[in-house]
């Protein structure tokens, strides 16, 4: 084949493609760039997603910090902290993974019936589905914001077990009552902050309410004091790259004051740019 045909054969290829994009339903913009990396809402999502099989598989169950364990899939969170009056589930995920995530805690050496609080971050199916089950199989009580009640039929925005304390901080945008909570933990005689994010991932097209919840959402997680970032997806603080790095003796690779605002920078990014695309004449 000569470079003519190459080319042609290659154009041809490239307006199938625009043409099979087009089908599929709305284009995949605004691109925002943060730290050298370039994101799109599709990429976004599929690095929160990955694939089915991610979001129903067991990531090796690990300590994070201190007495916060990680007890999730490869791509939806579950975090397990644990008290000497029991233990506070946040994000049971589908209610398919339950069993996964039963497994995980009692690979950990815990006992799933010791589950006391069930708490969550917003009330999407993959981060909450599962809450009913956990009840059902554990009698915790499930607590969520105000403003999530509705869909959830929860209780009150506060965790307290067994002198831990998580405290619901309203991250509202992505869904009215998306909560981040924050809580302390100890480990090697340290204290650390722990913030364990919602999404702040804005919707594909912004409403003024919208706006303001997250406008007011993007300034108060520049307030939380933060030494261990986690998130609702583990690909939001980087689990992989830091689980790698777990070794005893090691500084603990999750403690990572510096990348504790990366997600809501790549979040802030995007929404703005969504807007922005949404207000050609406000510029
Ligand atoms: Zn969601």
Redo the contacts with the bound molecule.
């Keep these: 084949m000569n470079r003519a045909t190459a080319c042609l054969a290659a154009g041809a290829l490239a307006a199938v493609l625009v043409v099979g994009t087009r089908a599929q339903g709305p284009a995949d913009h605004p691109t925002v760039t943060v730290d050298g990396q370039t994101y799109t809402p599709a990429s976004i999502l599929a690095r929160n997603m990955g694939t089915p099989a991610d979001q129903e598989t067991a990531f090796p169950p690990h300590r994070i910090v201190g007495n916060v364990y990680y007890v999730g899939t490869r791509t939806l969170s579950s975090f397990l902290i644990v008290t000497p009056q029991g233990s506070i589930l946040l994000d049971t995920t589908y209610e398919r993974n339950v069993p996964v995530i039963q497994r995980s805690v009692e690979q950990l050496g815990f006992r799933f019936s010791d589950i006391r609080i069930v708490l969550g971050n ?1 009330a ?1 199916s ?2 909450q589905e599962g809450d009913a089950l956990v009840r059902q199989m554990t009698g915790a009580q499930v607590m969520a914001m105000a403003d999530d009640v509705p869909p959830l039929r929860a209780m009150k925005p506060a965790g307290m077990l067994g002198g831990v304390t998580l405290v619901a901080h309203l991250t509202a945008g ?2 009215p009552g ?1 909560t981040t909570w924050t809580m302390k933990a100890t480990e090697g005689g340290k204290n650390y902050d722990v913030v364990l994010f919602t ?1 702040l ?1 804005a919707p594909g097209a912004v409403s003024p309410a919208v706006a303001a919840m997250l406008d007011r959402s993007f300034r108060l997680v520049r307030t939380l004091p933060c030494d261990v970032p986690l998130g ?1 997806h583990p690909a939001q603080y980087r689990m992989q790259e830091k689980y790698a790095k777990l070794k005893s003796g090691a500084p603990n690779p999750f403690v990572e004051k510096a990348g504790c605002l990366t997600e809501a920078r790549i979040q802030e990014a995007m929404y703005r740019a969504v807007v922005a695309e949404q207000n050609p004449h406000q510029q």
């Design positions: 917003h999407h993959d981060h992505h869904t998306a999404s991932r609702d």
